[in-house]
């Protein structure tokens, strides 16, 4: 009698987040330390000032579509079941990236048990539903990506571009999962004959430039293109018609200049923390604003070119990766260091050997992992390569 039956698995996933969600009641009424995530309550004061008809900027620290507020009005109707509304939600959302990773896995010709018992890696992991439970909007993020990676690979392509131009209004970085998949997103691949070749190799290299740039323009590229940008442009639109100029400087702007060196594992923290001292320069270029070049490089450029034909759930898990590791903020809360507990919870200043070198010992970890995820990927046949060696074989 096997344990991992769709059933056992999900049962078992919605028990733990159960589980957590009271024990979580429980600590903040009886720990000093709280369970609930400080920006739960950023999120239930700005759908509070929603429901009655104000701006949730208006609640300071807010930096999120006005969606997310939206969708937690809810939590500002009276009762304290109403006011956990978002935690339910977000404990939902973390089941449903469950089941679509299963079925992303099932579609890729896995076999069911063996799929399940990969989805119970996200399903059951203690961490997921811990940060889902406390109140954490990154659930509902991840049911945007996933279900993203789930249409491009069964071919719903204005689907897939839809929840594209969603997840990047919800929050900026997904747009560097489109690059990966317009460069994925080939015809299928058929082998050329020795004709085909000859009159290929017999054109001038700028014939040959021009007949690949023409043959990049396909029809699911322009379908992906289209519809996540007039979902994009259509939200962005609404929003700042309602909303105004403080929806661009909260939702976007304002992290191009970002400065929290608050619980913060980046290997920028002290950097951050002694410029976040300096007066702000108006047209100066510092060094926070530069900080997204080798981030960007590695996970919006380097990855999606090399990786995303060979296995694009596996350069967008490489993405992902690069993203968090290479940016300059990095809050790692579950992975708190003795250093960082020190600082701000007792007040003793650690920045510099303790919390500095823990925050790059961190960051070559991650790169250390990061390295073994490409060159697994790397290995892998691109979809061309595997179209001739169906041939051969056939």
Known sequence: ???????????????????????????????????????????????????????????????????????????????????????????????????????????????????????SIWLLNPMVATISTRGSSEGLLGVMVVALLWAVLTKKIALAGFLLGLSVHFKIYPFIYGISIIWYLDQDPVPENRETANVRTAKPSYHLLIDQAVAFVTTPRLTLLATSLATFTALNALMYTIYGHPFLTHTYLHHLTRIDHRHNFSPYNTLLHLSSALPDQTGSLRFEKLAFLPQLSLSAVLIPLVLAKRDLPGAMLAQTWAFVAFNKVCTSQVLWLQQGYQLEFLGKSTFVPGLFLAGLAFFGVNCWILGIMINDIGVKPTLGERAKEQKMKS
Not at 11 to 34: E, K, T, W
Not at 66 to 88: E, Q, V
């Open 1 to 119: 009698m096997t344990l991992f039956t769709p059933s056992k698995v999900f049962s078992a996933a919605v028990a733990l987040r159960v589980i957590l969600f009271f024990y979580g009641l429980l600590q903040d009424a009886c720990a000093p330390l709280p369970y609930t995530d400080i920006d739960y309550f950023v999120f239930t004061d700005a759908a509070r000032y929603v429901s009655q008809g104000q701006s949730p900027y208006d609640r300071e620290t807010y930096r999120y579509t006005p969606l997310l507020a939206w969708l937690l009005i809810p939590t500002a109707w009276p009762g304290a079941f109403y006011f956990s509304f978002g935690k339910i939600l977000f404990a939902v959302s973390d089941i449903i990236a469950g089941w679509l990773i299963l079925r992303v896995l099932e579609s890729q010709g896995m076999d069911g048990e063996r799929a399940l018992k990969f989805a």
